[in-house]
């Protein structure tokens, strides 16, 4: 193993945005479908790859509920965002070490760290991927257990790094504990990490010897774009990053551009600009105020009960439609009149497909949306969904009326249609809201951001949403 040299000694006592210079300004990354090796070979149904990644998504909603409410005296940390057991849904390819040691990732926007498993694996889930074996990378060194980047990590202490030769106690030595059950254990280190043609020396990332209740074999770690100081794009300094994600059964690759690139189209008309919030329950996550939700397109004014803004704001459109209304959630998660410190903020999650609402919320959207259809509700649903109406006898969902669904983030009105709302599910002669509930924060998953650029300005602290035809994209 390598001693750490004296200026990345020095580094690691830095905050690690301060440690890696950019190569050049943008990157741009194909996402894969966690499925598509499986589609390839065992020739998947969309039914059946939507009903795996909505599996995944109750499994990680299950993760991730656990952590988000943490203690108010905890420490800004990589250990509060979900690394969850179901892993992500949208995976890139990456290199580790020299010699380079391929591997791939999850890209998780609700976590911080870097991480992949490692030789030797006392206890790791099983991974199509080689094993990452720090001994065969010269350029490897391990995190002091007395350093600044140790002490970004909420649980860790001093201990061996468990590779032969290696007698030092002072290592830093992490372990995290998900709900589910799932936990990851290993060491903090250091090595050149590979992205396509650029290569990114001193990127700390967590070397795990021992996870349970891992993700699929497809994925080897997971590579945390949250806001904390230990994420992707905290260490390379980037200041906006981007995404665009094609229908999930059109068996198109995403887009995740980091850097100068990172731009939403120019000039279009239905560009929304979200602020985001800031709250100290969840310091890792891309957070926003949800203060409306509407039911259809009819024009109709909100007013905001909260005493920081009295601010009305309508929505678009003009026919038929609801709206619920309520205060935005306060820095502290105090929903400032709501039903609890959840009420009513939301979580973006790439890793999640479906979009979970708090479950007032969810039963008043339930409850409009029953009045709006003319079809008779169902059960049953084949791909677990639970609100769903039963289609004519051979009529597709595409001929039937659904009303779309939008949401206010600070007064500006994100609006969903009706195929980022709503799933036909074909087994059962359904058409189901591809939502659910939850009991705590709001999630908004990856299905309702389809067919949209949805870009991260980190230095302006705003979420722009464009609809764009996102398998066409370059």
Request: glycine share 14%; hydrophobic share 35%; charged share 20%.
């Given at each position: 193993m390598d001693a750490i040299p004296p200026l990345l000694f020095l580094a690691l006592l830095l905050p690690a945005a301060h440690c890696l210079p950019l190569p050049r300004q943008s990157y741009h990354l194909e996402l894969a479908r966690v499925d598509a090796l499986d589609t390839e070979n065992l020739n998947l149904t969309d039914h059946e790859l939507l009903r795996r990644a909505i599996q995944r998504s109750r499994d990680r909603l299950a993760s991730i509920m656990p952590r988000v409410s943490p203690s108010r005296d905890r420490k800004v940390v990589v250990a509060e965002a979900p690394v969850l057991?179901?892993?992500?849904?949208?995976?890139?390819?990456?290199?580790?070490?020299?010699?380079?040691?391929?591997?791939?990732?999850?890209?998780?926007t609700a976590s911080d760290l870097i991480w992949t498993q490692c030789q030797p694996c006392v206890k790791c889930y099983k991974q199509l991927d080689p094993v990452f074996n720090p001994v065969a990378s010269t350029t490897y060194a391990v995190v002091p257990c007395n350093s600044d980047t140790c002490d970004e990590l909420d649980t860790h202490r001093c201990g061996n790094s468990g590779n032969s030769g290696d007698d030092e106690d002072d290592v830093c030595q992490y372990t995290y504990t998900y709900g589910g059950n799932a936990t990851t254990r290993g060491t903090l280190a250091v090595d050149r990490l590979a992205m396509g043609d650029d290569v990114f020396r001193g990127v700390v990332f967590g070397c795990s010897s021992s996870s349970a209740g891992?993700?699929?074999?497809?994925?080897?770690?997971?590579?945390?774009?949250?806001?904390?100081?230990l994420s992707l794009v905290s260490q390379l300094s980037v200041r906006r990053f981007m995404y665009c994600l094609p229908p999930p059964v059109s068996r198109s690759a995403g887009r995740l551009v980091l850097g100068a690139d990172a731009t939403a189209v120019r000039n279009a008309s239905d560009k929304i600009v979200v602020p985001m919030s800031t709250n100290s329950r969840y310091p890792s996550y891309y957070y926003l105020n949800l203060d409306g939700l509407s039911i259809g397109d009819r024009a109709m004014t909100m007013v905001r009960s909260s005493s920081r803004n009295n601010a009305t704001t309508t929505t678009p459109g003009s026919s038929n439609s609801s709206v619920a209304a309520f205060p935005p959630v306060s820095d502290s998660g105090d929903?400032?009149?709501?039903?609890?410190?959840?009420?009513?903020?939301?979580?973006?999650d790439i890793a999640s497909?479906?979009?979970?609402?708090?479950?007032?919320?969810?039963?008043?959207?339930?409850?409009?949306?029953?009045?709006?259809?003319?079809?008779?509700?169902?059960?049953?649903?084949?791909?677990?969904?639970?609100?769903?109406?039963?289609?004519?006898?051979?009529?597709?969902?595409?001929?039937?009326?659904?009303?779309?669904?939008?949401?206010?983030?600070?007064?500006?009105?994100?609006?969903?249609?009706?195929?980022?709302?709503?799933?036909?599910?074909?087994?059962?002669?359904?058409?189901c809201l591809i939502?659910?509930?939850?009991?705590?924060?709001?999630?908004?998953?990856?299905?309702?951001?389809?067919?949209?650029?949805?870009?991260?300005?980190?230095?302006?602290?705003?979420?722009?949403?464009?609809?764009?035809?996102?398998?066409s994209v370059p």
């Open positions: 057991s179901a892993g992500g849904e949208y995976l890139v390819k990456l290199g580790m070490g020299t010699p380079q040691h391929s591997f791939t990732a999850a890209i998780d891992g993700p699929p074999p497809q994925v080897s770690g997971v590579v945390g774009l949250g806001r904390g100081p929903g400032g009149g709501g039903t609890g410190p959840d009420a009513y903020g939301m979580i973006i497909t479906i979009t979970f609402l708090e479950e007032s919320l969810y039963d008043e959207l339930v409850d409009d949306l029953e009045e709006e259809i003319r079809l008779p509700r169902g059960s049953g649903s084949s791909l677990g969904l639970d609100l769903c109406f039963i289609l004519p006898e051979g009529v597709p969902m595409s001929r039937v009326y659904a009303p779309p669904v939008s949401m206010a983030f600070e007064g500006e009105w994100v609006r969903f249609e009706k195929e980022q709302v709503f799933v036909e599910d074909r087994q059962s002669g359904m058409m939502m659910g509930k939850t009991h705590g924060v709001s999630i908004l998953g990856n299905y309702q951001q389809q067919n949209m650029q949805v870009m991260y300005n980190l230095r302006r602290q705003r979420i722009t949403f464009v609809k764009t035809a996102c398998d």
